[in-house]
């Protein structure tokens, strides 16, 4: 196994694959035609919940061990049974489903 190249941003980093890694993920960068591709890989058991804004084009992966409930799935908040329409992540970067009858937000406990 090759030792891995840390040196995003220099020029080594235009020409050759780089990867970096922390406790949570890998980033990968491969040079390609006009530009690059990133490959971020969960390790350690966690999974990567990707989301797109679509005002600013920023990416953000939440990186958690549990990605939470899907759409569709009943669960309970609180004390009530609330079959999930759609899920967001706050700014505090906790998970909110909203409830397919109501279609409020709530912000589910992990």
């Known amino acids: 196994m090759s030792k891995d190249k840390v040196g995003f941003g220099d020029e080594y980093s235009k020409r050759a694959p780089t990867r970096t890694m922390n406790a949570f993920v890998s980033v990968e960068t491969r040079p390609c035609a006009g530009g690059a ?63 397919e009858d109501t279609g409020a937000w709530m912000e589910v406990e992990r």
């Open 37 to 99: 591709d990133v490959i971020v890989t969960p390790r350690r058991g966690h999974a990567i919940m990707p989301e797109v804004d679509a005002d600013t084009g920023e990416v953000v992966m939440h990186v958690r061990r549990d990605a939470g409930p899907r759409i569709g799935d009943s669960i309970t908040v609180g004390r009530r049974s609330v079959i999930v329409a759609e899920r967001r992540w706050s700014g505090k970067g906790t998970l909110q489903i909203r409830d």
